[in-house]
């Protein structure tokens, strides 16, 4: 996607940073985009474990939320002078699940002074594969890659660069510790009893993932790094994690009684309480999978958010490969899709400094344009609803809840009533900017109306206070009666916006 009014920026030796809050650990590195190559520059961590401070009604304590927020102003002070279109910042499982994880974002999205993003099961499974993917050697032949943390597991199978299979599972090493091992305790039958129910999930992929097969098996993340390490320093195995290996460490674990008891040369304080778990899971995989062995590696979400954000620094934004396949899936009108979107980003271009429209505005106009249209394939009546629920439901790689739900916003009002109330879904600091999105992507629809081939006139588009106005060459609207009434009800439709819309 190519905006002729923004001047891309030299990536050469720029500073990228990506930002990963775990259910376990907050993540993140800052690496040097040079010649097309990221190289770290800097890494911090630290064990917040999230998911353990999600309580019964699944709501984040005030004590998870202060060590998360204490560990962002660390990282804060670290990014301050990086440019906010070079920090990412992602949340995942504990994030995802904790009823009250928006007070937690509005907080740590003030201290880090940019936006923190919600990603998907699938999207993080995508975005891990993404981090690991670059730290291997670019063989030929697909790979399995397993990520263990706190509150999810991923599960991909790709080739080289590419995923093919994604997958994000309700298991991790934290809430399977607090569900099986919650006094730290360790036996035989608590053992068990998380290997099965690790077993049981795993019921839902395990035969597409057998079928599909892979050459190479890797994991990925602070868990298996953890096993790896105490494998190799137990002498059951060195370079990699063998099947007889996974089973003489679990067979160690189980010869203590509590996770404070546990002596393996390497293994962190602070890991000792989620080991059993991760290793429970870990056994699980192995079974369920047929694995042999498996290789580590040191890429993983936060990498693979570096790659992204490199990607569409070059263009090669997964994103529009996205609405790209849902514009095929739902037999989208092309022509139609592309003339509404050159006069929406026309509007977009003479009016986003007096309505302060940024980049991500543009891509976000763009994606909408071209599926506003995808629920006709279900029904006319009502599509954009369609359009909408398919967009905040649909596995879209590249994007993040978040800008799901401001796409669909977006295509939910492009026709009808201006839905005023759907837009106080998205944060207080987006809602404006998305309505005035949202009024651009209206009327390139009403202006496209007919469908027509023919192109449209010179049009000039000028806002003031809360007036919008439209100039077009003078009898054109007379020749174009349909079009003429189209605005008229457009006006008084825009009016429940609190925005005058004037046309001559």
């Not at 995508?126 to 030929?140: C, E, F, K, N, P």
């Not at 699980?284 to 569409?312: H, P």
């Not at 271009?349 to 249209?373: F, N, P, V």
Request: glycine share 6%; with cysteine.
């Amino acid at each position: 996607m190519t905006d002729p009014s923004v001047t891309a920026e030299n990536s050469a030796d720029q500073l990228l940073a990506a930002i990963d809050l775990g259910s376990n650990s907050f993540h993140m590195v800052v690496a040097q985009l040079s010649q097309g190559e990221l190289r770290t520059v800097d890494v911090m961590s630290d064990k917040v474990q999230l998911a353990a401070g999600i309580n019964a009604k699944r709501y984040l304590t005030d004590e998870a939320k202060q060590r998360g927020l204490e560990c962002l102003s660390r990282f804060a002070q670290r990014v301050k002078d990086l440019p906010r279109d070079s920090v990412r910042v992602v949340g995942t499982n504990a994030l995802r699940e904790a009823r009250n994880s928006r007070e937690f974002i509005e907080e740590a999205e003030a201290i880090l002074d940019t936006s923190l993003e919600i990603i998907a099961g699938r999207e993080e499974a995508r975005l891990i594969y993404l981090g690991v993917s670059h730290t291997l050697a670019d063989d030929q032949g697909s790979r399995l890659v397993i990520d263990i943390g706190g509150g999810s597991t991923e599960f991909i199978i790709g080739e080289r660069f590419e995923p093919q299979l994604t997958e994000s599972l309700h298991m991790g090493c934290v809430s399977y510790s607090q569900l099986f091992f919650p006094d730290g305790c360790i036996s035989h039958k608590q053992f068990h009893r998380a290997q099965t129910a690790a077993l049981q999930e795993l019921q839902s992929i395990r035969s597409q993932y057998l079928n599909a097969g892979w050459q190479s098996s890797v994991g990925s993340s602070g868990t298996i790094k953890a096993v790896q390490n105490a494998c190799a320093a137990l002498g059951y195995s060195h370079d990699s994690i063998t099947r007889d290996a996974l089973h003489q460490l679990r067979d160690t674990l189980l010869s203590f009684e509590h996770c404070d008891e546990i002596e393996i040369d390497g293994l962190k304080p602070e890991r000792k309480q989620v080991f059993p778990a991760g290793v429970a899971i870990l056994c699980a995989a192995f079974e369920a999978l047929q694995i042999k062995e498996m290789t580590f590696s040191e890429g993983a979400l936060r990498e693979g958010v570096l790659y992204d954000m490199a990607g569409r620094l070059r263009h090669e934004d997964v994103r529009d490969r996205s609405i790209s396949a849902m514009m095929q899936r739902y037999h989208v009108d092309q022509e139609q899709a592309e003339r509404v979107e050159q006069t929406a980003l026309l509007a977009w271009a003479q009016l986003k400094e007096s309505w302060q429209l940024s980049r991500k505005h543009y891509d976000m106009l763009c994606w909408a344009a071209r599926t506003h249209e995808i629920g006709l394939t279900i029904a006319h009546s009502q599509f954009h609803k369609h359009s909408a629920y398919l967009l905040t439901h649909a596995d879209l790689p590249g994007f993040t809840t978040r800008e799901q739900l401001q796409l669909a916003t977006l295509v939910r009002g492009h026709r009808r009533k201006f839905p005023k109330e759907e837009f106080k879904a998205l944060p207080k600091l987006q809602q404006e900017g998305y309505r005035r999105l949202c009024i651009l992507l209206r009327l390139a629809v009403v202006l496209h109306r007919s469908r027509s081939k023919d192109r449209l006139p010179a049009i000039t588009f000028r806002a003031e206070n809360k007036k919008l106005y439209l100039e077009f060459p003078e009898g054109w609207l007379e020749h174009h009666p349909l079009t003429q009434a189209d605005l008229e009800q457009e006006a008084e439709y825009l009016n429940s916006a609190d925005l005058k819309l004037k046309f001559s």
